[in-house]
């Protein structure tokens, strides 16, 4: 009888646990991460060091392909402006200066050929016609908050004239309109703003900038400058739902707005930013694609572009920074691990080409077209962001 009750207690106990294992909620690292993040990151600073020519200007595309060329007239500002900004992560997460001088060099190059005076006292970064394609010389808003994001962390070590990083946020200043949307080109022979373009990423992008030159210039402008732009973002888009574009920029900007010491936010302007990055979560998260028996686990339904992706898992980063909701938190977490996974799964691992990023997960098709195998340095640049800031969670 004994022996019958001992069985029927063990069973019970088996029972139990089978059914807790059935029930209980999937943990927010559930996922099984790539043990080999560090590897990653280590192949994409070997990527950004080979590609920085001995002038301080990156190989702007490449191609998985190493006999694949391109010619060297293409290029993008704002993207080599970007670049400086991974450039800079590695040194202020990571501790890793290994690339500082590079920096330092691509930094120049990009002061020299691109930041101009385009009013009194007022520098904007100036496209070159014929690297972009253009009719006429532009400022492009985004410029100059990319500009402040990768260069004004260079003014404690006298590497940069304040006057230039002022008249940068000056510009950006003067680019905003009453309602704290900006025009988002200056047309430079006309002096005068552009009233017809408009970008998504360009208020975002200043609005972080601007809160980069305040680390190193503390001036109320400046964050009363973002705060307005970021509201009115917020605002705009309230009543979109998940029907609007993932704008990772403003919540990157948020994210150290809510970290800026005397930021000067009411509790209802934090809640208006906070409710802005959940709209921006909940407009992702059920796209991706968590189907552990997918080649594309960790990508998102229509997207398998790895710099989109990595600017998803940017912005990402910077909502789960932002929000009070655990159960968001958790949600955030467990797409960032897959995100996180996929991007790593995609990166190149050998061969001359070690460390790039190619524009889609397609490229490893035996079928695959050119365009899929084109590495550009900004896809390096977003994803390196991504993998920086993510492993930085917890610590």
Known sequence: MKSNFCVIIFISVILLGMLYLLLRKPAA???NVDTNLDRAIAYALEYLSKSTGENGRFVYEANVDADV????????????????YSMYLCERYLKNFSLQQKRYLASDYFVKKYVKEVRPNLYAVVSDMKEENLNSPQAKLGGTGLALIGLSNLYPEGKIDLKILRGLGDFAIYMQKSDGSFYSKYLVPESKRDEDFVSLYYPGEVALGLLYLNEVDPQKKWIDTTKKA???LANSRKDKGKKVPFDHWAMLATRKLFETPDNG??????????KHAEQMALSILDNQIVDESNTYRGGFVENVRLCSIGTIMEGLVAIYYSVDDEKLKARVMNALNYGVDFLSRYQVKEGEMRGGIPTSAYWRLSNASEKSKVI????????????ITYKQIGR
Do not use: C, F, M
Request: hydrophobic residues 40%; aromatic residues 10%; glycine residues 4%.
């Open 29 to 31: 690292h559930a996922v």
């Open 376 to 387: 550009r340095i900004d896809n390096v640049q977003h994803v390196l962001s991504a993998w």
């Open 265 to 274: 936010l009411t509790p209802a302007e934090k809640s208006t930013l906070q």
């Open 230 to 232: 970021l509201l009115y």
């Open 69 to 84: 060329k391109y010619g060297n007239i293409r290029y993008n500002a704002l993207r080599h402006a970007g670049t400086l």
